[in-house]
């Protein structure tokens, strides 16, 4: 089945530090790839929707200064948190899709935890 | 506006006991729905879908029918194994672009 690795699985560092996190489709072509966020015990909440070669669409509520998205290749997303502090402590998650009309696969995901 | 519903948890079984959690879901149109299951430390993967009105969703034992009368898409499972213990989301998705997700419903199952 299709596979989305997400690198790096935990990550700790001192605020005011940028961290970034890679999403890689390794068997197929992501055209769009989403990135998610997760709190404690909550559901996942959509970030932004970036497809290749084009600009993130964020979701309301996300400040795209903050939390930069790069998808220069059909395998690759990566989501920069830039001079991270405590409150950006969370689950993040990304999925991709091939077309349209298929599911998305999810990566397993990276805790970032902010000192 | 588009949203899904899920029962809270945790749901604590026995095992081999029969399992139902529930979702109801209010959308526009006919969205396709989905249940996902994420283990520990893990990111989600898709378990069963259905993407019209009374189609049946089963994978590993588990079930769900799409009920667009009562909009609902309950997640069962006759006989639950330890193994099973996760968190199970319900999603639903109009456009096939974005998912629109439960709050997630906790299961655990004890020998």
């Known amino acids: 089945g299709a596979v989305v690795s997400q690198h790096p699985s935990w990550v700790i560092c001192k605020s005011g530090t940028s961290v970034k996190i890679e999403c890689r489709s390794l068997d197929f072509q992501a055209t769009t790839m989403f990135w998610y966020r997760q709190f404690p015990k909550q559901s996942l909440m959509l970030m932004a929707t970036s497809n290749e070669g084009s600009k993130a669409t964020y979701e309301q509520g996300v400040e795209k200064d903050k939390f930069l998205i790069n998808h220069a290749s059909l395998t690759l997303s990566t989501l920069t948190v830039t001079s991270a502090h405590p409150e950006d402590s969370s689950f993040y998650i990304c999925?991709?899709?091939?077309?349209?009309?298929?599911?998305?696969?999810f990566g397993d995901g990276t805790r970032l935890s902010i000192l | 506006g588009n949203s899904v519903t899920q029962m809270e948890g945790p749901v604590t079984l026995s095992e081999e006991a029969f399992l139902t959690i529930n979702c109801t879901y209010t959308?526009?149109?006919?969205?396709?729905l989905f249940w996902y299951v994420q283990y520990p430390g893990e990111g989600l993967q898709l378990l069963l879908k259905?993407?019209?009105?009374?189609d049946k969703g089963s994978n590993k034992g588990f079930e769900a029918t799409y009920r667009k009368e009562t909009t609902s898409f309950h997640l069962e499972k006759g006989s639950v194994q330890v193994s099973d213990s996760a968190v199970y989301f319900c999603?639903?998705?109009?456009?096939?672009?974005?998912?629109?997700f439960g709050t997630g419903t906790r299961l655990q199952v004890f020998p």
């Open positions: 999925s991709a899709r091939g077309h349209s009309n298929q599911p998305q696969h």
């Open positions: 999603a639903l998705s109009r456009n096939t672009d974005k998912l629109i």
């Open positions: 259905a993407t019209k009105a009374d």
């Open positions: 959308a526009t149109g006919y969205p396709s």
